[in-house]
């Protein structure tokens, strides 16, 4: 029998494969993650296609930007794995209006025609595939900067804190939808 200690994720997973750093961080960002996809499993496809509380997306549209958003997350955990240094993203002020919207609105885009379902495929393989990454920085790498997000343990706050707000937008729509 494996007497190893694991995370208390779903499914659980070996500590000892990670930076012990990186432990409750990662167990927050999953769970945060696990969050949404149930909400998949339980809320009616009708209620998908409703307003959200994230102005002028529908709830199929906040999961599209979820899914993009792991992108983001995953270039700063490859630069960092690759010893590439990152600078902190900053505005462009030669694009007008908000460049954070545009940014966000276009990566979005190749998700948006997907039905929910394959959406939650995508947030699940997301998680898998940012598990994998965390799994693999070293205790140096942890504290490395790393872009917008300041260092690895800021990057899983910053994930697990985005996928909360999105996941409140959701739930919280225009019609207040406490039924969950």
Not at 75 to 85: E, F, I, M, R, W
Not at 115 to 121: D, M, N
Not at 154 to 177: F, Q, R, V, Y
């Amino acid at each position: 029998m494996d007497d190893r200690p694991l995370l208390a994720t779903d499914p659980p997973l070996p500590a000892d494969d990670f930076v012990p750093a990186l432990w409750v961080p990662l167990t927050r960002a999953l769970r945060a993650r696990r969050r949404l996809i149930q909400m998949v499993e339980v809320l009616p496809a009708e209620r998908w296609l409703q307003e959200s509380a994230a102005a002028a997306w529908s709830r199929r549209d906040v999961l599209a930007h979820l899914a993009a958003s792991d992108r983001r997350y995953h270039d700063v955990l490859n630069a960092a794995l690759n010893g590439s240094p990152l600078e902190e993203w900053q505005p462009d002020p030669s694009v007008p209006g908000d460049e954070l919207d545009l940014a966000n609105a276009l990566g979005a885009e190749r998700f948006l025609g997907q039905p929910v379902a394959a959406l939650a495929e995508q947030l699940q393989a997301g998680a898998e595939k940012s598990t994998m990454l965390f799994s693999a920085l070293t205790e140096d790498q942890v504290l490395m900067r790393m872009g917008f997000a300041g260092n690895a343990l800021s990057l899983l706050e910053a994930w697990t804190s985005h996928d909360n707000n999105h996941a409140d937008d959701i739930i919280n729509g225009p019609k207040m939808m406490r039924t969950l």
